[in-house]
């Protein structure tokens, strides 16, 4: 039974946040303007080996989305909102920069505890272009797997939002030669909660 406990421990999902290129967003002259916003965050929850499409996938998102059966766009009003995805490859995603690990998932937590979790997090449009929401969205995801169920390892996401997205900037312009992945959970523990709540200006 001990072995047997062993072994479901080594094999725990792990929690990765992933930045994904905006286009002509992301690029240099439009950093500074974007800041954290010219990257799509998301959260993917993944095998700790992964054989495919075995993934889930988590992000708010205003992309118009087309509708296969009344062939028409839906969210015209480019609106923003939850979205889960399942069956989900993560070796295959053509905008992917960065990809952080930040915690691993003990095996009797459940998909339908995480989505419960995360899409009750409120979606705040504040600014004329909404180019936070998604960020905004993330660092309040981020402390909610810290804080509610521990899935999340404890470090400052102020630190860990600026460290992510100078990753994603170095990766987006040095290619490959930049690892694609980053383990967060390896830094040493953060002593320094005071910016542990999350921000409300993004």
Request: one cysteine or more; proline letters at 7%.
């Amino acid at each position: 039974m001990l072995f047997d406990r062993r072994i479901k421990n080594r094999n725990k999902r792990r929690v990765y946040i992933t930045l994904h290129h905006r286009d002509d967003l992301s690029l240099p002259h439009n950093r500074k303007k974007m800041g954290y916003g010219a990257y799509n965050w998301s959260i993917i929850i993944t095998p700790k080996v992964s054989t495919g499409a075995d993934s889930f996938a988590y992000d708010v998102t205003n992309v118009p989305e087309p509708d296969a059966f009344f062939k028409f766009e839906s969210n015209p009003d480019r609106e923003w909102r939850y979205r889960q995805k399942p069956h989900v490859d993560p070796t295959n995603c053509s905008t992917l920069v960065k990809k952080i690990l930040i915690g691993k998932i003990p095996n009797d937590i459940t998909y339908s505890l995480i989505q419960y979790l995360l899409e009750t997090i409120p979606i705040t449009e504040n600014d004329t272009h909404h180019k936070q929401t998604g960020v905004r969205w993330i660092v309040h995801a981020i402390h909610k797997l810290q804080h509610t169920v521990l899935l999340a390892e404890m470090f400052s996401i102020r630190e860990f939002m600026d460290e992510a997205i100078k990753l994603a900037d170095e990766r987006l312009r040095l290619g490959s030669s930049v690892p694609e992945v980053t383990d967060f959970t390896k830094r040493p523990p953060s002593t320094n909660y005071s910016d542990m709540s999350p921000p409300s200006s993004g």
